[in-house]
């Protein structure tokens, strides 16, 4: 008993420690996050004299992308901070043409502006970013691959722009181990009702010890993982 005391409590050493050397530590860094939609395709219509129209030209198809950007790190983002030779910009790949682009939400303090140099780039500006601090826009372009959308930047003292991290919990990792689909696929392929309600019997009591220890020793750091992920800004967050 004293031994499991003194395993728990190591256990909330190294998750305390873990976390305040989290908060403490000196980010900077920029991200993004994108999702696309269809808004309407003449594909989706037979009737061949059917035509769309967008300013006025002629158009097959027109999808609509939203990009979150924020500052994902805890130091600000200055506008001398942009390396001038690779802004942040929104560019399209192949034949994806923009057609226009929207700021959506942005804070007036942080005076995001942008600019369409033409077809294939969108050039943004701003003047700082802190953190937690950035914008949602709306690109609307023809139909291509999601891929064909990219969004670049280089900054002083930190990286190019990135995707932002998508987090797992170590508890769902867990239960994703192969060991609970296999023993799935058992109770599956039993087919007498009385022997399946025995085998499950008998997983529930060789299974149990496994989860609750798994929830005593990975479920500290699930809880500080999510106290320390800086989430996307709910009020540009793609819903």
Not at 135 to 155: A, E, L
Not at 197 to 209: A, C
């Amino acid at each position: 008993m004293l031994n499991i005391v003194f395993l728990l409590l190591a256990i909330f050493g190294i998750a305390v420690s873990a976390y305040t050397y989290k908060k403490s530590k000196r980010d900077k860094r920029l991200v993004f996050k994108s999702r696309s939609s269809k808004i309407i395709s003449k594909k989706d219509f037979s009737f061949p004299k059917l035509s769309f129209q967008y300013d006025g030209n002629e158009i097959e198809d027109l999808i609509m992308t939203e990009i979150s950007i924020w500052n994902y790190g805890t130091e600000p983002f200055k506008a001398e901070d942009v390396v001038k030779t690779d802004c942040l910009r929104i560019e399209s790949l192949r034949d994806t043409i923009i057609y226009e682009c929207q700021i959506e939400v942005a804070n007036e303090h942080n005076e995001i502006k942008f600019k369409q140099l033409s077809e294939n780039e969108v050039r943004f500006n701003f003047l700082y970013l802190n953190s937690s601090e950035g914008m949602k826009v709306r690109i609307f372009h023809n139909d291509s691959n999601s891929n064909d959308i990219v969004i670049k930047g280089r900054f002083i003292g930190a990286d190019s722009i990135t995707k932002a991290p998508s987090k797992e919990k170590y508890i769902s990792a867990f239960f994703d181990l192969r060991f609970f689909d296999l023993t799935q696929n058992l109770i599956n392929k039993i087919k007498f009702m009385p022997l399946k309600f025995i085998v499950i019997l008998i997983l529930i009591f060789i299974q149990f010890p496994f989860v609750i220890l798994a929830f005593i020793l990975l479920g500290p750091f699930d809880y500080i993982n999510d106290s320390w992920e800086r989430k996307i800004p709910e009020a540009i967050n793609l819903k």
